[in-house]
């Protein structure tokens, strides 16, 4: 039996069978009824854009010319669109036969039709649609409102899509202007920021969902095609100013002890295929994939490992994590990718060898320069146990001596981590410049402006946006969708 006749034997009318049955590939003007009302509509807007286009002319011969031209034009037909676009959508209102399955193994019953207001891209629409009510769930929902993606929201999903990105971009404030400024849509400042969390967070589950998915095998992510033959992970953490209640019981680096921050994970997944020609790893363009979150470190893990896996880590030549030398970054490493080379930061290590020689500033005295330039120099070559050695050659007491141990202990710690002469010689990268980068631009230059107090929530919401938007376009999260339990098989893109 097709799903058309199907649909039929439910009471749909015939003239609805095209959306009922396959609202996926329907063609304009196909089935009966439907083709009519494509051609009712032509005619009516006939005279309509007919007036337009004189109100166009009327515009482009005044002062203010081919401006308010563009003014008037736009606004006349994002209004004939939005008309256009509920009728549309009023030729299937959504009864789907006097009972269909509430989703919680119960039949909801047919009620009545009700009116629903959304916001489009082309401005309000109101849609009357087929409610359903379940005596056993006590609760009531319209089939029609999930068919086009507006149930439980105001927001049509293009529109959303459009706020997701400028929100993204700035402040609230800064997004809902720039909708109403290139879009010709209002919403306020509150809307603005609740759809974008709202979707936000719903990506963020998704996300969540799809590793819980890899991690229990039923999503198998087949290998990258074309195959790189080095895959890199770079981890790293900042800090975002949160409210007095986020941070309430921390400890915190002030001088009151007290936290104001909530650390936000990053990772950051690319490729590399090439070295430049004097030798230096070059980054395959175009292939970072962005991940971030507030969870702590052992969940932040979970989902870097089917990250990775996404990838194709387990098909790659050469794994490769880089991260500076947090103890809870190489956890992460150690547990989730054994199988991974680790590198700490050639950049950080430096700056700890900066500070180690200003421990030691006051024995070295005039000798400090050039004591540095050796240890800088054993550092490249990888050489631990020469700075090392040139430390113990100054015997210490006191605080001195704490100072000087605790930064040696990061290089004494990190020794297998840091042999970056070897590293170099076989063309890998050595510094986790890029995850660093993404501290400062996906994370900083959004949740981290002047004045800035978020809840954990909200930023972690914002965050998932950021990183969507930065990663290539086949990485990104657009909707889940309900699958049979069982193994399945993907492309890495998924």
Not at 287 to 315: M, Q
Not at 358 to 380: G, H, N, P, V
Not at 403 to 411: I, R
Request: glycine share 12%.
């Amino acid at each position: 039996m097709g799903r058309s006749d199907s649909a039929d034997r439910r009471g749909q009318r015939e003239d609805l069978r095209g959306p009922a049955g396959g609202r996926n590939g329907c063609a304009p003007g196909a089935g009966g009824r439907k083709g009519g009302l494509f051609a009712a509509l032509a005619e009516a807007r006939s005279a309509e854009i007919e007036r337009l286009a004189a109100e166009t002319a009327r515009a482009l011969g005044c002062d203010g010319g081919l401006g308010a031209a563009e003014t008037v034009l736009r606004a006349g037909l994002l209004k004939l669109g939005g008309s256009m676009l509920g009728q549309l959508l009023s030729a299937d209102p959504g009864q789907r036969g006097p009972r269909v399955p509430c989703g919680q193994g119960h039949e909801a019953e047919f009620i009545d039709y009700r009116d629903k207001t959304f916001d489009t891209v082309l401005g309000p629409v109101t849609l009357r649609r087929a409610w359903y009510g379940c005596a056993e769930c006590k609760h009531g929902f319209a089939p029609r409102d999930t068919e086009l993606g507006v149930a439980g929201t105001s927001l049509s999903p293009g529109l959303a899509a459009m706020n997701d990105i400028a929100a993204a971009t700035g402040p609230f404030a800064k997004a809902a202007g720039l909708l109403e400024d290139l879009a010709g849509v209002s919403l306020t400042v509150k809307r603005a920021e609740r759809a974008a969390e709202a979707s936000g967070a719903a990506q963020a589950a998704a996300v969540r969902e799809r590793s819980a998915l890899i991690a229990g095998r039923k999503l198998v992510p087949l290998p990258p095609q074309p195959l790189a033959d080095m895959l890199y992970g770079a981890i790293d953490g900042t800090g975002v100013t949160t409210t007095a209640k986020e941070t309430a019981g921390r400890e915190g680096k002030g001088e009151d002890g007290r936290a104001r921050t909530r650390e936000v994970k990053l990772a950051v997944f690319f490729t590399q295929d090439d070295v430049d020609e004097d030798g230096y790893p070059v980054r395959d363009p175009g292939s970072c994939s962005y991940l971030a979150t507030f969870e702590p470190a052992a969940l932040f893990g979970d989902l870097v490992k089917a990250e990775g896996i996404r990838r194709g880590a387990d098909h790659v030549r050469q794994l490769t994590i880089l991260g500076d030398g947090a103890a809870w970054i190489w956890n992460i490493a150690a547990d989730k990718f054994p199988e991974a080379t680790q590198i700490v930061d050639l950049f950080h290590a430096r700056e700890h060898l900066n500070s180690l020689t200003r421990s030691l500033e006051f024995m070295l005295l005039d000798r400090k320069d050039e004591w540095l330039a050796a240890r800088l120099a054993d550092l490249d070559y990888g050489d631990i146990d020469g700075i090392e050695a040139a430390v113990r050659k100054y015997p210490l007491e006191g605080v001195k001596k704490d100072e000087v141990e605790k930064e040696l202990g990061y290089f004494l710690n990190n020794a297998p981590r840091m042999r970056y002469r070897w590293f170099r010689s076989r063309g890998l990268f050595v510094g986790s410049g890029v995850v660093e980068s993404g501290c400062k631009a996906v994370i900083g230059q959004r949740l981290k402006l002047s004045g800035m107090r978020w809840t954990v929530a909200g930023a972690d919401a914002i965050a998932t946006l950021r990183c969507q938007q930065a990663s290539r376009p086949e990485d990104r999260i657009w909707q889940t969708t309900s699958q049979p339990d069982g193994p399945r098989l993907t492309s890495y893109a998924s």
